[in-house]
Every structure is written in C-alpha cells, then in structure tokens.
C-alpha cells in the first residue's frame, strides 16, 4: 500500500518568514495530493490540493509543488502569520479513492 | 451546507459498553470515511464507503468494530464491546470523487474508562 512519509515533525519560524514542510510518497499510481490544516480541537481542513499532471499550484500565501520524478511534494507558506499555527497534514490519493497521511508537521508562528 | 456532522462531540463510557458514533455526509458526496486519530499513530482510516457500500474495511481494528451507511446521508461506526485502548478521537468525512478533497466533521472524542 502507500505511504506517505512528512517532515519535519515540528516547525518553528518568526512571523513574517516562509514555512516549507516536505513530503514523499512510495505509489507511482498516486495522482492526487491534498494538504489539510488542523486547528486544535477541530477536525482537518482541506487548504490546498495538486494533480499529478501539474507541477505547481499557488493560492495567495500558500503553494504547493510536485516532483514525480522524485515521487515528493511540498506546502510553502510564505509571510507566515500567528494564525497560521497548527498541525499541517499532507496526503497522497490513489485512483482507489482513499488517502494516505502523512505523520503531520506543528508549525508554531511566533510573533 | 452545514457540511459534515458528527454526533456525539464527547463520549465517555466503561469499558465492556456498546458506544455508537453518527456521521452525516455533505448531500452529494459519493464518498464516506471513517478515520480514528491519536497521537501514538496519527490519522488511521478505518473504512470507507462508496455510493453507501462499504469498499475497503482492511483498518477495522477488530470484529468489536462494524460500520453502516444504510442510506446517502447517515452511517454510524459501533464498538462493542469498547475497551480503554479506543480512546481516541474518531473522524467521519466525506468527498465528492474518487480524486478529491476530503471535508472533515468536527470529529467524536472517545474516552473509554
């Protein structure tokens, strides 16, 4: 089956700075990565997604970039935010429908 | 939409009790899954629907797991009987297409003593 392996596991950046979190995945059939953000006590929430056909998606601060090749996928969040802190999760989707996360990242924007 | 709900926010019961947990999915989303969290292993699925019929059912724990869709728009997960290693935080979400986000409930936390 897949997996999906993140770092790092905790982030820490001053306000302002870029945050980049890293992923790789093992399927070569994955086509689908999805990025989700977790505030505390609440459940993920979808903030940003690529294709495999595509190799960059960007959506105001936060973009994401895909390497096939490499079979890796990063989330660059630039001029963080406080508000940006929480628990970040990447995933890798097969045709099969379900996703496989990653382990998370704590990303802490101090201010 | 209201999106995603989940029923009950918090659940607390002893060990040896039946505990049932509610989903209702976003109206139209073909797909439904169910994820246990904890700190020890993360996000962990546990099965998942298609069009309500249950497709891979491989991260059930054990037989003291089952889940239902018997209709578009409501599925439960049962434990019986519950033990104190259950204890996480369980996740219902639902999904458009095969290749598509995920929109998360706010999730059940489970506390079994």
């Known amino acids: 089956g897949e997996n999906v392996e993140q770092h790092p596991s905790t982030l820490s950046v001053q306000e302002g700075d870029s945050a980049v979190i890293k992923c790789t995945y093992s399927?070569?059939?994955?086509?689908?990565f999805p990025w989700y953000k977790q505030e505390l006590g609440k459940g993920p929430q979808l903030i940003i997604d690529i294709r495999s056909n595509v190799g960059e998606k960007k959506d105001q601060r936060i973009a994401v970039t895909l390497n096939k090749t490499a079979k890796h996928f990063s989330l660059h969040i630039t001029e963080t935010q406080p508000e940006d802190s929480a628990v970040y999760f990447c995933a890798a989707n097969t045709n099969a429908g379900k996703s496989t996360f990653g382990d998370g990242t704590t990303l802490t924007v101090k201010p | 939409d209201a999106g995603v709900i989940q029923s009950p926010r918090h659940e607390v019961t002893e060990m040896g009790q039946e505990v049932t947990l509610r989903c209702k999915p976003i109206?139209?989303?073909?797909?439904l899954f169910w994820y246990r969290q904890t700190m020890m292993r993360g996000l962990e699925l546990l099965i998942y629907?298609?069009?309500?019929?249950?497709?891979?059912d491989s991260g059930m724990p054990e037989d003291r797991f089952s889940a239902k869709m018997p209709n578009a728009s409501f599925s439960t997960l049962k434990i019986q009987p519950s033990e104190p290693r259950d204890s996480a935080v369980y996740f219902c979400?639902?999904?458009?297409?095969?290749?598509?986000?995920?929109?998360f409930g706010s999730g059940t936390r489970l506390t079994v003593v």
């Open positions: 109206s139209g989303h073909d797909y």
């Open positions: 979400a639902s999904s458009l297409a095969r290749a598509s986000g995920y929109t």
């Open positions: 629907f298609n069009n309500n019929v249950p497709i891979d």
């Open positions: 399927d070569s059939a994955s086509n689908y």
